[in-house]
T-cell receptor
Framework: DVKVTQSSRYLVKRTGEKVFLECVQDMDHENMFWYRQDPGLGLRLIYF???????EKGDIPEGYSVSREKKERFSLILESASTNQTSMYLC?????????????FGQGTRLTVV | LAKTTQPISMDSYEGQEVNITCSHN???????ITWYQQFPSQGPRFIIQ???TKVTNEVASLFIPADRKSSTLSLPRVSLSDTAVYYCLVGATNTGGFKTIFGAGTRLFVKA
């Protein structure tokens, strides 16, 4: 089974802190994604990466950056955490190729910014 | 990217078959249809994927008519543990920059 592992299940950070959320996948997938999920807003795409050192903005990239130095690892960075970034953050990965089946998600990191 | 429309919520009883329909009128030739299940405080979990006609696995069936403008996820004999949000997604699988975009999903509540 594909495994997508996020480094923390719960985090509490202070306003203004720099926050790193780490994600590792073990299936050699090319594509990795970061979403945030908020009640009533569903899952929204923050950034995605289709190769090492490659990244593209999703729908809500403001206030975030990402890093993909190795194929298996995709990091989300909150440069200066704010209370409106309190959310559930989900990392995902998927392969590339005709008939690639599904996007696989981690368990999520519930981040609270106080 | 093809936009999807699903019912916001559905109720069912244990042991019943549940069918959730998703509309995707502007689906493209290369697009596949994928369904996910999400429990509270967990990431979405892949259920089933198809391109046309019918696909069945150990969890569900997916029915896709010839025009592919809609699809129906069928869950046989649901149990209380099937209470979750179900998402329908449409997109191509063979593109590296593929963005997986989720809609609002359908909240299924299974009652005893």
């Amino acid at each position: 089974d594909v495994k997508v592992t996020q480094s923390s299940r719960y985090l509490v950070k202070r306003t203004g802190e720099k926050v790193f959320l780490e994600c590792v996948q073990d299936m050699d997938h090319e594509n990795m994604f970061w979403y945030r999920q908020d009640p009533g807003l569903g899952l929204r795409l923050i950034y995605f990466s289709y190769d090492v050192k490659m990244k593209e903005k999703g729908d809500i990239p403001e206030g975030y950056s990402v890093s993909r130095e190795k194929k298996e690892r995709f990091s989300l960075i909150l440069e200066s955490a704010s209370t409106n970034q309190t959310s559930m953050y989900l990392c995902a990965s998927r392969g590339t190729g005709v008939g690639t089946v599904g996007t696989f998600f981690g368990q999520g990191t519930r981040l609270t910014v106080v | 990217l093809a936009k999807t429309t699903q019912p916001i919520s559905m109720d069912s009883y244990e042991g019943q078959e549940v069918n959730i329909t998703c509309s995707h009128n502007n689906i493209a030739t290369n697009d596949y249809i994928t369904w996910y299940q999400q429990f509270p405080s967990q990431g979405p979990r892949f259920i089933i994927q198809g391109y046309k006609t019918k696909v069945t696995n150990e969890v569900a069936s997916l029915f896709i008519p010839a025009d592919r403008k809609s699809s129906t996820l069928s869950l046989p004999r649901v149990s209380l543990s099937d209470t979750a949000v179900y998402y329908c997604l449409v997109g191509a699988t063979n593109t590296g920059g593929f963005k997986t975009i989720f809609g609002a999903g359908t909240r299924l509540f299974v009652k005893a």
